[in-house]
């Protein structure tokens, strides 16, 4: 419920609604993930996870690179600084989340025996590239406080400005491939909002064909065992008629010994296919229920549309388009690694 909210808030490129259902996204899931299946646990937690760095990382946008001289005044220039700072600590938060985001992928991967290299180099990817608009923004935010700590001493600014022209002009360059304007800002959140939107409902369509299966799995299982304790008795029911008939063969005719010997028989052969029918049928039953890998490679493929979308944005060149002959390695925690999540146990 909160996390649609949030993909409407999202769509319509309000933040404060977006955060709004964010946060009570976050409590829902706190006072209903003892009841959530496992799977379910990692889909609710992936998808708050993520949405709440691409907030971050859209709230984080840095504003453009100025010189010392586009500011007319001190009070501008701590104007311009602060909403920078501000920015990095928006990019910090979405870096937190997604980092968190992409060990949780990782370990879902991990359990459920799944290669999906491709898509998971691609949201690394992401996170090495907000790691360098990090550093980008903090170096442009030390420029900007000496520049107002020697505000007033012009001779001090005038020198340490003749050696930093050069990485601001660098600086402004890198940020202006990642720059965004709040019109394309908006297009980003909606176009991500689809692609949440088709994500979440391929994945409820996925889930409740899994459950029919499951259902199905669950109904054979169970019938077959009572096929088969119906079959046992069935079996035992014959061999004590033919064993009967066989002890009382001498206060028995001989037309009535053969009728319970025929029926005790007939009883046996009848049982018996019932108990291997139904032993068919349990069997069955074992084999078609999915589980709980089948369930979480569901939640992987939820994430692999979101990430597909990502990954077409690299270009052919980048080191995460795969060469011929070259294979990515998988990059996985182990279950005791200290930076480990742990969403539930099997």
Avoid: C
Wanted: overall charge positive; charged content about 25%.
């Amino acid at each position: 419920k909160y996390l649609e909210m949030a993909r409407e808030a999202l769509a319509l490129g309000e933040m404060v609604k977006w955060e709004k259902a964010l946060k009570m996204a976050d409590k829902a899931f706190e006072s209903e993930k003892a009841r959530m299946s496992f799977s379910e646990r990692n889909n609710q937690k992936l998808w708050i996870t993520l949405f709440w760095s691409k907030y971050h990382q859209f709230r984080g946008n840095l504003p453009p690179v100025k010189k010392a001289s586009d500011f007319e005044s001190i009070k501008a220039l701590k104007a311009h600084t602060d909403k920078v700072e501000k920015s990095i600590e928006h990019l910090k938060k979405g870096m937190r989340y997604l980092r968190s985001y992409n060990l949780m992928y990782m370990q879902v991967a991990q359990r459920s025996n799944v290669q999906n290299q491709i898509y998971l180099q691609a949201s690394l990817s992401l996170e090495r590239d907000l790691q360098g608009t990090i550093r980008q923004g903090k170096i442009y935010a030390a420029f900007l406080r000496f520049v107002r700590t020697n505000w007033n001493d012009k001779k001090a600014l005038k020198k340490k400005l003749g050696t930093q022209e050069k990485t601001l002009t660098v600086l402004k360059k890198k940020q202006q491939k990642t720059q965004m304007d709040q019109e394309t800002i908006r297009k980003e959140q909606k176009k991500l909002a689809v692609v949440v939107k088709k994500a979440q409902t391929d994945y409820a369509a996925v889930q409740a064909n899994l459950q029919r299966q499951a259902s199905t799995a669950t109904a054979l299982t169970w019938g077959g065992v009572i096929g088969m304790v119906l079959g046992g008795a069935g079996i035992g029911v014959g061999v004590y008629l033919i064993a009967d008939a066989d002890a009382r063969k001498d206060t028995m005719t001989v037309v009535d010994r053969q009728r319970q010997t025929d029926a005790g028989l007939y009883t046996i052969i009848g049982s018996a296919a019932v108990f291997v029918l139904a032993a068919a049928a349990t069997l069955t039953g074992v084999v078609i229920n999915p589980g709980k890998i089948a369930k979480d490679k569901a939640v992987l493929g939820a994430q692999n549309k979101y990430l597909d979308v990502e990954r077409n944005k690299l270009k052919p060149t980048s080191s995460l388009w795969p060469r011929k002959g070259q294979r990515f390695v998988e990059k996985m925690l182990p279950p005791t690694h200290q930076q480990t999540i742990t969403l539930g146990t099997w």
